[in-house]
């Protein structure tokens, strides 16, 4: 049984920092494509951050970019994202999601499995 559970969301203030976490079970996560999604309510999933196993690439989308990373820990299971500067648009609930064959990294249906969402919220 394949499980992601997300931890660290809470409320912050902009110009604060965070680190998500996101332990994984049930699969082989050291040959695992990691990525991160948000979702604000009343909007679609965005895509946030991705990592390759293969290459520890990452990419990320232009609005996030210089100010998150991702990052993940093989021996652990366990992905993080850490979100610096953080504006009152970065808040939504916060999923990370695996992927067996990274056929697109930036789109959320190309993800097997997905964990349940931490709440982040930053005010204004």
């Known amino acids: 049984q394949v499980q992601l559970v997300e931890s660290g969301g809470r409320l912050v203030q902009t110009g604060d920092s965070l680190t998500l976490s996101c332990v994984v079970s049930?699969?082989?996560?050291?040959?695992?494509?990691m990525g991160w999604f948000r979702q604000a309510p009343g909007m679609e999933r965005e895509f946030v951050a991705a990592v390759s196993w293969k290459t520890s690439s990452t990419i990320y989308p232009n609005g996030v970019k210089g100010r998150f990373t991702i990052s993940r820990d093989n021996a652990k299971n366990t992905t993080y994202l850490q979100m610096d500067s953080l504006k009152p648009e970065d808040t939504g609930v916060y999923y990370c999601?695996?992927?067996?064959?990274?056929?697109?990294?930036?789109?959320?249906?190309?993800?097997?499995?997905w964990g349940q969402g931490t709440q982040v919220t930053v005010s204004s």
């Open positions: 999601a695996a992927d067996l064959r990274a056929e697109n990294l930036r789109v959320s249906t190309t993800y097997d499995y």
């Open positions: 049930g699969l082989s996560f050291s040959k695992t494509y």
